[in-house]
């Protein structure tokens, strides 16, 4: 179930990012914003009815770092406990590494758009084109990565690799 919510996320981030098809419509910046809250209501919802803790079902992977934490008398929070296993971290890391495989190649037309509406015509077709190819290459790459590597926290906390974390979402000079 939270898969199918993870990729009902990305498929509605996309349609509704307008970063690369225009201006995005307030309402249905609302309408995001809204979704958003809905799924953070279900993600405690299901945190307290399964009496898991709010990070998820989690694991933790370096119990003698925390060990050694209580024998030098330190306190031991979980910032301290080293890197933690999340399948809600895993599914997500997983589904941002195969969108980012699979849409790789839109930042070709994404960096010829751009570049076509900041330099011209000719800039947009020559230089937004490579611009396009090497974004798309490192973007694929790190969709690779991420599918590669989802059961593990690396970066910490399963963070995306690549900012943004999709095509579809806008860097903040796009605008």
């Known amino acids: 179930m939270r898969v199918w919510r993870c990729l009902v996320s990305v498929a509605a981030g996309a349609s509704l990012s307008g970063c690369l098809f225009g201006s995005v419509d307030p309402q249905l ?12 209501r279900v ?17 933790v992977f370096a119990a003698p770092a925390a060990a050694g934490a209580l024998a030098a008398g330190t306190e031991v929070g979980t910032a301290s406990l080293g890197p933690v296993f ?13 969108t980012n495989l699979v849409t790789g190649w839109v930042e070709v037309p994404k960096r010829v758009q751009e570049t076509t509406g900041t330099s011209g015509a000719a800039a947009g077709f020559t230089w937004g084109l490579l611009r396009g190819a090497g974004h798309g290459f490192v973007r ?22 690549i900012r943004p974390a999709y095509v579809f979402i806008c860097e903040d000079g796009d605008r």
């Open 29 to 40: 910046r609302q309408m995001e914003t809204q979704i958003q809250s809905i799924v953070q």
């Open 43 to 59: 993600d405690r919802l299901e945190a307290s009815v399964g009496g898991v803790s709010a990070a998820g079902s989690a694991a």
């Open 86 to 98: 999340s399948w809600r971290g895993a599914l997500n890391k997983l589904a941002r590494g195969v």
């Open 140 to 161: 694929t790459a790190a969709g690779v990565y991420e599918t590669v590597t989802f059961p593990f926290p690396a970066p910490p906390d399963y963070r995306p690799v």
